[in-house]
């Protein structure tokens, strides 16, 4: 019975850790489409309109939210790793 617990703990911690996966890349496609909106505001509207502050607000919003997703995920890989690091001793 304790080696089906360990295998079944194995096995919802790889699931766990590739949900984790998904979700940073789905932070990073997020905000690299976030990036080029802002990029392209800033290209096609120039520095000084509206447009161009809202372009370079987009870009700052975008590299916030790509080093929050990176924050997180290394944060999450650390927990997952201490958990699967105990469950072997």
């Known amino acids: 019975m304790g080696e089906d617990t360990k295998v079944r703990d194995q096995l919802a911690a790889e699931r766990t850790r590739l949900a984790e996966e998904r ?3 789905a932070y990073i496609r997020t905000g690299m489409s976030i990036l080029l ?3 392209f505001f800033v290209g096609y509207f120039g520095h000084a309109t509206i447009f161009g502050w ?3 607000a987009t870009i ?3 590299l916030i939210f ?3 997703g990176f924050y997180m995920h290394s944060k999450s890989k650390n927990i997952l790793s201490r958990i699967l690091n105990r ?3």
Do not use: E, F, H, P
Request: hydrophobic share 45%; aromatic share 16%; net charge positive.
């Open 23 to 25: 979700t940073y890349l």
């Open 37 to 39: 909106g802002g990029v």
């Open 54 to 56: 809202v372009g370079w």
């Open 60 to 62: 700052v919003i975008a």
């Open 66 to 68: 790509l080093g929050y």
């Open 87 to 89: 469950g072997k001793s």
